[in-house]
């Protein structure tokens, strides 16, 4: 079966300019050869700390953005070629409280996307009904946005990007900044949207959501997918091995390449804590990399050194932190 | 073309609401009148008619709807923007000139309030009730002038959209229009190689269009058909601009980028 | 002492900087020319023809009153602009609980701004002058230059009251563009004083850029500056009345603030 939605080796670079009088200009990598596959009815998550590139991969998939490079397809179409064709068939909803007509009722504002939308007149009636019944905001939909909580506002984007009926949906981290209860909520209701048979892409940097919600995850960083599977698999890929921590007094930049030299250390992080550091190494399974650690410490004031078992925060850190910048 | 009348008819009703609960738009609309019909009242005290009165109240009116034009058409996609709208209106299956139009013109329709309150203020100022010579014309005018309005706020809108500041820009136009169009200075003070350019500007027929019908002189119907014509060609032209910029947009990632 | 003098001047010099950044990190000669002198020269043409289809026909009485309004906008709206860009960017809780002196901290966001302004009215009465063919004497330049300040001086004044008012309502845009408009109608800008109804030539006396314009004219008619000099006094002490009353407001009205909760009205 063809995929649903589909990225091919997209690349994208923003041109800045800076300076007031010599406009001197930069250019940024936020996308540096992004690909993967989404099935039909499946939900896919883009997991990355903010700047990765998650948002710049999305809005070259809705076509806001072209990209600079690499190709990409929805329903078999072609994003750039096909952009109208596919602006019909997917929904688009962001996080945060931007994005809506304050001065206008949830209502309007919904009755103003349905018609750019080309909602069916007739229909556009129920159809909002049955949204503000779907997100919970039936009973406050004649009252203006401005009066709404992040929670609110997120519920009627939601409801807003599901106008057409869409059958991709992409949520560019949808439960930014809501309050726990809200964002369980709003969790609650793109897994039903799975269950609709929707196929949604989804990027979040909370790893917890990635893990409920998916099917798949790729991990993104520094613009590539670092690491792409089940959450099962990537817990998998960590459970095993092994995480030495070693509190440390001022550790130089070349103490830490010398650990990472060590065979079979896949990870080194260093972290602060209180007045010390804490060098965090990992290691793939059947290594257990105490003993050299500490040997290449030398001349490094060591504290506490312990031993754990790695967790998935282990993982994602190491995957964010350790992608190599440019390739 | 039904959808584009609905999309065109219904989005400037919403954002004719939108627009019309802030206050500062509002109270451009009505105090841009206000001001400059006092001020014109102040000046002419020399030798005043009623034909001038009349002239004047309408002229502020316009004046007051191109001067909301101009701040706030003009700037329509930067406003959009920074209320992170615009890119979910690239993002609709609606061909975007389509969703712009819509704003401008709602803009240009709240000179409504403009016009009223030039009309009233000027009956209890100059103490001269305003007599409408033909009213069925009156009231015909004032559609055609408002899309001149529109028209020329949605071409600015395109043509100034790369600016950073494109409200400025627009203001740059406030004056030279208001001058251009006869809306309180009458044409000929001008110099005389100044009136060929405002025929090209679509209010100038506008203007005389509502003057005509106001005082009777003349007939209104062929200031109606330029000004209908002329707001034609501002839109193929907005709407060709705005084609480019979408693309190169699109092309430079600068969509949510100031 | 010295130590707090030294902080208020930092205050003000880093505020300056900043919006001196704001104001100059787009514009460029083409953007200063097209963006701060067309408009004005515009402004000025459009009074000049109005007074000239009016009947008043006097050119010299437009450009003055209309190229020293170029000067004046800036200190009037610069502060008030600042307090409403600072509430949309939610840092006007920040600047209001530092310890800062206010003066400081307002008026340092003001100086290049008006300073701008005063370059801009000089360019207007020139421009404007070469387009409706008034004739400037030479030697009347430095003195107008002088009168400019002064009158940039006492509109900052104002602007501090309008400040102020921005500290305690959120559509300060609202009130600034209701400051300029009654100045163009009442303060002597573009309608000549004895026609205006007496009890608003009256209030016209108690304006900043009244005295300023009426200097200036004097001055454009061959003037020497001490001539003028009761008027620059006048309008001297006009800007530093509005300046008192506009300090005692920020201070009265951000206290009212902070017990209405009215800071953050975004």
């Known amino acids: ?327 | 073309m039904r959808r584009a009348l609905r999309a065109v008819v219904l989005g400037g009703a919403l954002h004719f609401k939108q627009e019309s609960r802030n206050p500062f738009f509002l109270w451009i609309v009505i105090c841009t009148p206000l001001v400059y019909a006092t001020m014109a009242y102040f000046l002419f005290r020399g030798g005043q008619d009623d034909a001038t009165l009349v002239t004047a109240s309408l002229g502020s009116a316009l004046m007051g709807i191109w001067s909301l034009t101009t701040t706030a058409a003009a700037s329509t996609l930067g406003r959009q923007r920074r209320v992170g709208i615009l890119e979910l209106l690239v993002a609709a299956p609606t061909p975007f000139w389509l969703t712009i139009v819509p704003i401008t013109l709602a803009l240009a329709a709240l000179g409504v309030y403009s016009l009223a309150t030039g009309l009233i203020y000027v009956t209890v100022l100059f103490g001269v009730p305003v007599t409408i010579a033909n009213p069925f014309a009156f009231c015909v005018s004032v559609l055609p002038m408002i899309l001149s309005m529109g028209m020329l706020g949605f071409l600015f809108c395109a043509a100034f959209v790369r600016f950073r500041s494109s409200w400025m820009v627009g203001n740059l136009f406030e004056f030279p229009v208001w001058t251009l169009s006869g809306m309180l200075i009458p044409i000929a003070v001008l110099p005389v190689w100044v009136e060929p350019i405002s025929w090209f500007v679509a209010p100038t027929w506008g203007m005389s269009a509502l003057r005509e019908a106001a005082l009777g002189n003349a007939s209104p119907w062929d200031d109606i058909g330029m000004c209908i014509a002329l707001s034609v060609v501002y839109a193929a032209a907005g709407g060709a601009l705005l084609r480019v910029f979408l693309r190169s947009a699109l092309r430079r990632g600068t969509l949510a980028l100031s | ?266």
């Open chain 1, 1 to 327: 079966m063809a995929p649903v939605i589909e990225a091919l080796d997209l690349h994208r670079t923003y041109k800045t300019t800076t300076g007031t009088f010599r406009r001197r200009s930069l250019e940024v990598e936020a996308v540096r050869g992004v690909s993967f596959e989404i099935g039909e009815g499946e939900l896919f998550g883009l997991l990355g700390p903010n700047g990765a590139g998650k948002t710049t991969t999305i809005k070259m998939l809705i076509t806001l953005l072209i990209p600079t490079a690499g190709s990409a397809r929805v329903l078999g179409r072609d994003v750039v070629d096909h952009a109208m064709w596919v602006r019909q068939r997917i929904g688009y909803v962001f996080g945060g409280d931007r994005g809506l007509y304050e001065r206008l009722s949830a209502w309007d504002n919904l009755r103003y996307f349905a018609e750019l939308y080309g909602v069916e007149p007739r229909r556009q009636k129920a159809r909002l009904e049955e949204l503000l019944d779907l997100v919970g905001l039936r009973g406050r939909e004649r009252e203006r946005v401005e009066g709404y909580s992040r929670g609110m506002r997120q519920r009627l984007h939601i409801a807003r990007g599901l106008l057409h009926d869409p059958p991709v949906l992409f949520l560019d981290e949808p439960t930014l900044g809501v309050d726990p209860v809200g964002a369980r909520e709003l969790r609650a209701m793109i897994s039903s949207l799975k269950d609709a048979g929707k196929t949604v892409l989804l990027t979040t940097h909370y790893m917890f959501e990635a893990d409920t919600l998916c099917d798949r995850i790729a991990v993104v960083a520094r613009g590539r997918i670092v690491a792409e599977g089940t959450p099962r698999e990537l817990k998998a890929s960590v459970a095993s091995g092994s995480v030495v921590e070693v509190e440390v007094y001022g550790i130089e930049d070349d103490a830490v390449e010398r650990l990472r030299s060590i065979e079979g250390v896949t990870a080194v992080t260093v972290e602060p804590r209180d007045h010390a550091q804490v060098v965090i190494v990992q290691a793939a399974p059947g290594h257990e990399p105490a003993q050299e650690v500490l040997a290449r410490l030398d001349g490094v004031s060591v504290g506490r050194v312990s031993s754990r078992e790695p967790t998935l925060e282990d993982a994602y850190v190491a995957l964010v932190t350790d992608a190599p910048a440019t390739q």
């Open chain 3, 1 to 266: 002492m010295i130590r707090a003098v030294e902080r208020r001047l930092r205050v003000f010099a880093f505020g300056g900087l900043l919006s001196y950044r704001a104001l100059f990190g787009w514009v460029n000669p083409y953007v200063f020319i097209g963006v701060m002198v067309i408009p004005d020269l515009t402004q000025i043409v459009f009074f000049a023809y109005l007074g000239r289809a009016t009947g008043i026909g006097d050119d010299t009485f437009f450009l003055v009153g209309n190229a020293l309004v170029a000067a004046a906008i800036p200190g009037l709206f610069g502060m008030a602009d600042t307090i409403s860009d600072e509430r949309r960017t939610h840092t006007l809780s920040l600047l209001v609980v530092s310890p800062a002196s206010r003066l400081s901290l307002f008026l340092g966001r003001a100086l290049p701004i008006a300073l701008n302004g005063v370059a801009v009215s000089v360019i207007a009465f020139a421009g404007g002058s070469l387009i409706l063919g008034v004739k400037i004497p030479l030697t009347a330049i430095p003195a107008l230059v002088v009168v400019i300040a002064v009158t940039a001086f006492a509109c900052t004044g104002l602007g501090l009251v309008n400040a102020s008012i921005g500290l305690r309502q959120r559509e300060s845009a609202t009130i600034s563009n209701l400051i300029f408009y009654f100045l163009l109608l009442a303060a002597g800008v573009n309608v000549p004083l004895a026609l205006l109804p007496d009890w608003l030539a009256t209030i016209a006396q108690g304006l900043p850029v009244t005295h300023g314009a009426e200097a200036a004219r004097e001055l454009v008619a061959g003037a020497r500056l001490a001539d003028v000099a009761g008027l620059l006094g006048a309008e001297l002490l006009i800007g530093a009345a509005y300046a008192l009353v506009g300090l005692a407001a920020i201070r009265a009205f951000e206290l009212q603030a902070r017990r209405g909760a009215s800071l953050e009205l975004a």
